[in-house]
């Protein structure tokens, strides 16, 4: 069992910068797949990075590239998320999620990017981001 649990929401200007963090409370060998979600009020959830914990491999969507970058903190069993030049358009609430994949960051992106094999996730932060 893998316990999430999602901090550091909140509010911020539009170009401004907020980070938010994961810990996850679990057994060894329970997760090594770590990623980030989105949802807005009237969309899709959406895949905004992963990284595989076992080497440390980030990766991050198209819509956030250049802007985000996924960290993790193994010794704290933490994963960051840091936001830059933020928009109007990233406002939503994140969720952090993990599982346990096949090895390589290729499977950690692959089962992150199909959400609904995903076996952990948290109960989401709010980032607001205002004009």
């Known amino acids: 069992q893998v316990q999430l649990e999602e901090s550091g929401g909140g509010s911020v200007q539009q170009g401004g910068s907020l980070a938010v963090s994961c810990r996850a409370s679990?057994?060894?060998?329970?997760?090594?797949?770590m990623g980030w979600f989105r949802q807005a009020p009237g969309r899709e959830r959406e895949w905004v990075a992963a990284i595989y914990t076992v080497d440390d491999i980030p990766y991050v969507s198209d819509s956030v590239k250049g802007r985000f970058t996924i960290s993790q903190d193994n010794a704290k069993s933490t994963m960051y998320l840091s936001m830059n030049s933020l928009t109007l358009e990233d406002t939503a609430m994140y969720f952090c999620?993990?599982?346990?994949?096949?090895?390589?960051?290729?499977?950690?992106?692959?089962?992150?990017?199909?959400?609904?094999?995903?076996?952990?996730w948290g109960q989401g932060t709010q980032v607001t981001v205002s004009s």
């Open positions: 679990a057994y060894p060998h329970t997760y090594n797949c």
């Open positions: 999620a993990a599982d346990w994949v096949g090895y390589g960051g290729s499977s950690c992106l692959g089962r992150m990017k199909d959400a609904g094999r995903i076996k952990y």
